[in-house]
T-cell receptor
């Protein structure tokens, strides 16, 4: 089945760029997503990328997809303290279940 | 309106209690989900309803009983829970087809004593 891996922790200084990485095993996911979860809150859908795209930019967020290496990344430009949260990548299983398969999550800490 | 609402926000219950969690969406989505999330872990899928019918049960113990009264509402009935069931319970909805993106509610923090 699908397996999605992320690094556990990233610490950056305010104003720097953050890059959160994700690798996955099943290349059949049509869509890949990035979710943000602040403490005690639900998951907020940040952005998605379609599998036939290499890059997608949305304001401060840039998603890069390398299908050959099965690698997905989320770059946050000009990182702010409000960006401190856990970030999950997720892929959709393209069988009859359409289940989301989540990575383990990366905790981003933004230092003032 | 891209909001999924959940009530209550917090719930404390004993192992002999019966309680229910509620979820509502008004986005016209026809798929709704229950997830369980333990601290520092990703959400784990419990149940999926598609067009008001249960389509996936991820081998969840029968002390959790889902219900989908209509296309906007999703309930999770709880009975005889164990302390290890304490977690954040998240509801999500999506529109089958399209980008399959799931929108999550804020969750119910459940503590079982």
């Amino acid at each position: 089945g699908e397996d999605v891996e992320q690094s556990l922790f990233l610490s950056v200084r305010e104003g720097d760029s953050s890059v959160i990485n994700c690798t996955y095993t099943d290349s059949s996911s049509t869509y890949l997503y990035w979710y943000k979860q602040e403490p005690g809150a639900g998951l907020q859908l940040l952005t998605y990328i379609f599998s036939n795209m290499d890059m997608k930019q949305d304001q401060r967020l840039t998603v890069l997809l390398n299908k050959k290496d099965k690698h997905l990344s989320l770059r946050i430009a000009d990182t702010q303290t409000g960006d401190s949260a856990i970030y999950f990548c997720a892929g959709i299983l393209m069988d009859s279940s359409y289940k989301l398969i989540f990575g383990s999550g990366t905790r981003l800490l933004v230092r003032p | 309106d891209t909001e999924v609402t959940q009530t209550p926000k917090h719930l404390v219950m004993g192992m002999t209690n019966k309680k229910s969690l509620k979820c509502e969406q008004h986005m016209g989505h026809r798929a709704m989900y229950w997830y369980k999330q333990k601290a520092k872990k990703p959400p784990e899928l419990m149940f999926v309803y598609s067009y008001e019918k249960l389509s996936i049960n991820e081998s969840v113990p029968s002390r959790f009983s889902p219900e989908c009264p209509n296309s906007s509402l999703l309930n999770l009935h709880l009975h005889a829970l164990q302390p290890e069931d304490s977690a954040l319970y998240l509801c999500a909805s999506s529109q089958p087809g399209g980008r399959y993106e799931q929108f999550f509610g804020p969750g119910t923090r459940l503590t079982v004593l």
